[in-house]
């Protein structure tokens, strides 16, 4: 699943083609694709004679974000966590919001390029500098999705995350807490919530109510680097020690962004449709058996959370 890395890179390969581009033209393929969004208020119609309010509700939620979406101008794209989003420029504050979800793919084409594989949602935008270009929303297993959203207020009054201008964030994110990479993240506060719970600290890192943007594979490489069982509770991790996690993780981020992300597969690609190269850095995540890259002893995985934490049960002894 494309974490904060990879939806970083996504929303930095937006940015010169998006920022201060209107869209001309959209087509939804796919409804499912638009699963989050929410149609105006009278907006969604009554099906024909034999039409199932399930097809009734999809068509008007195609239709209502075809209608919304053309003709608007963006500003540039920003990110909290895992969730971009792009505002819409005039009118009442809403923005494109986007996420990923384990194979969404927003790419950039131009207009007489040949289809890329599940495209569910296309835009054609036009840019005063870079011209005529096509934004596809491609997703192969339909976890992503795209919706219109609201824009409300940042409970602390700051730009809303990586990117953002305002103090506005989509409310389908607001929920999320920023993330380490974010010019506004609390360092102080991470540390004292994380100690204050008795919790495994990799169910820490993974809690978006906590720290958003780490997922399974970056939650192993940081914790790797600090020398820390993903089991041990916050409340046995010293503040000094709590900070240390904390620089690993986003120097895991700064590395992955560097090599434009983790990819096993096909599936994340950044917008031009290329893969990044950061698995071949990794050092403990999908590593099971192969000698630690620190001390030698084999890699661990265990089994969590229907997926898998990957330790060197050398170096990242569980603290009693």
Not at 54 to 63: N, Q, V
Not at 205 to 220: E, H, K
Not at 270 to 280: D, P, R
Request: some cysteine.
């Amino acid at each position: 699943m494309p974490e904060l890395p990879e939806v970083e890179v996504v929303r930095a390969g937006l940015a010169p083609a998006l920022s201060g581009a209107r869209v001309v033209a959209a087509e939804v393929r796919d409804a499912r694709a638009l699963k989050r969004h929410v149609p105006l208020a009278g907006e969604v119609g009554v099906g024909g004679v034999g039409v199932s309010l399930d097809t009734a509700a999809a068509s008007a939620r195609a239709a209502d974000f075809e209608r919304r979406i053309v003709g608007a101008w963006f500003a540039a794209p920003a990110r909290r966590g895992k969730f971009l989003w792009v505002p819409i420029i005039g009118g009442p504050p809403v923005a494109l919001l986007a996420h990923l979800g384990m194979s969404g793919q927003m790419l950039l084409r131009a207009h007489d390029a040949p289809d890329d594989a599940h495209v569910r949602v296309r835009l054609w935008i036009e840019h005063p500098e870079h011209g005529e270009l096509r934004l596809d929303f491609a997703d192969q297993r339909l976890f992503g999705s795209l919706a219109i959203d609201e824009l409300v207020a940042t409970d602390d009054g700051l730009a809303a995350g990586r990117g953002a201008a305002e103090a506005l964030i989509p409310g389908q994110a607001a929920h999320i807490a920023r993330d380490p990479l974010d010019p506004a993240f609390d360092d102080g506060l991470f540390v004292a919530r994380l100690r204050a719970r008795p919790v495994a600290v990799k169910r820490q890192l993974l809690d978006q109510g906590l720290i958003s943007g780490v997922g399974n594979i970056y939650a192993d490489e940081a914790l790797w680097r600090a020398r820390l069982h993903p089991e041990t509770a916050g409340t046995r991790i010293g503040a000094a020690k709590a900070s240390e996690l904390l620089v690993h993780v986003r120097e895991v981020f700064a590395k992955a962004l560097a090599e434009g992300g983790t990819s096993f597969d096909a599936q994340y690609v950044n917008v031009n449709g290329q893969a990044g190269y950061f698995a071949h850095s990794l050092n403990a995540y999908g590593r099971t058996g192969e000698p630690c890259p620190r001390c030698g002893t084999p890699i661990t995985r265990v089994a969590f959370m229907n997926r898998g934490s990957h330790f060197c049960p050398r170096c990242q002894r569980r603290r009693s």
